[in-house]
């Protein structure tokens, strides 16, 4: 099916952290499972990383729309 994704810049300033909500990061299919859409980073960010919250120093390279729902993925920019 058809996929719409909404993207908002993440302003960080450096040193600090910033977290990926819906406001920011949207990707919606029309089947009302968040937990199924999984973004891939491929090439991850040039001056921090993408990582969950629980898990701070610890880059990963994918997450579902539903962690982005749940406020628990941020970027820390370096």
Do not use: W
Not at 21 to 29: E, S
Request: with cysteine; hydrophobic share 35%; glycine share 8%.
């Amino acid at each position: 099916g058809d996929i719409a994704v909404f993207i908002k810049p993440l302003r960080v300033p450096k040193g600090d952290r910033g977290y990926i909500t819906t406001d920011v990061l949207l990707a919606l299919d029309g089947t009302n499972k968040p937990e199924e859409l999984l973004y891939v980073i491929t090439s991850p960010p040039q001056y921090g990383q993408i990582e969950y919250v629980s898990y701070a120093g610890i880059p990963i390279t994918s997450f579902s729309q539903m962690d982005v729902a749940r406020q628990i993925v941020c970027y820390v920019h370096n």
